[in-house]
């Protein structure tokens, strides 16, 4: 019986958690900066949670689709990289094989060795060895447009209706304060969370998260804060 030696490795989460932590971010970030934009242009709070609300739809569907065509093309550019490989395994099998091979050699197998690799690989499934090694696909890493929009689109609306729940529970006299700082614990967390899940530190990875959120709520707040005294 062979050996099974089981790893989980943070690459096997990339999939998802790269769309997840940038709809959990965006939805957070966009939707704290939105409605202190709008509560720093002396809006009523009936208005202030409207607009949030409102960025938050917007938000989720934007994200959806955007990271669906994205990933979508990377799946199409796969998809025609494997027809073509296809096509070339079909018309060219020595040629092929030689390839595998030089490849093995690049990554430092001897010669005669990476001949026999090669042709061990290939008759048991030269498709999967040419897409692994020579294309660099595998199947942990394939470009999965639905679970890529469906994971930004939940995580941005979970994202945004943080921020909303301290508008809708928060005093008016100190809205301002009580989103800025929420908000910032809020990418903390989240931070945090995806570095300790992607194998990062997590005090770097919530350091940097905040940084950027608390710039992004800043200026919303100042061109707010500007429009509303012109108004």
């Not at 002396?42 to 938000?59: E, V, Y």
């Not at 569907?61 to 093309?73: D, H, I, N, R, W």
């Not at 595998?138 to 999965?144: S, W």
């Not at 967390?189 to 950027?212: E, P």
Request: hydrophobic letters at 55%; a negative charge; one cysteine or more.
């Amino acid at each position: 019986m062979p050996y099974l030696h089981r790893e989980r490795h943070a690459t096997g989460r990339m999939g998802w958690l790269r769309a997840a932590v940038l709809g959990a971010n965006d939805g957070i970030v966009s939707t704290a900066s939105l409605v202190m934009g709008v509560a720093a242009a002396h809006a009523t709070p009936s208005a202030i949670l409207t607009a949030g609300t409102a960025g938050l739809m917007a938000g989720a569907m934007s994200m959806a689709a955007g990271e669906y065509v994205s990933v979508q093309s990377q799946a199409d550019s796969e998809n025609a990289d494997l027809a073509r490989e296809k096509e070339e395994l079909a018309n060219d099998v020595e040629g092929e094989h030689k390839e595998l091979a030089a490849i093995y050699v690049g990554r430092g197998l001897d010669p005669s060795l990476a001949r026999q690799v090669a042709e061990q690989l290939m008759a048991h499934d030269a498709l999967d060895a040419h897409t692994r090694d020579e294309l660099g696909i595998t199947a942990t890493l394939r470009a999965r447009p639905l679970q890529a929009a469906a994971a930004s689109a939940i995580s941005f609306a979970a994202g945004a209706a943080c921020p909303l729940l301290v508008v809708a529970w928060a005093p008016a006299s100190g809205l301002l304060g009580w989103v800025f700082l929420t908000a910032l614990v809020f990418l903390a967390v989240l931070g945090g969370i995806a570095a300790r899940t992607g194998g990062a530190s997590v005090r770097v990875g919530a350091l940097r998260i905040t940084v950027w959120g608390a710039l992004a709520m800043a200026i919303t707040t100042l061109v707010g804060t500007l429009f509303g005294g012109a108004a």
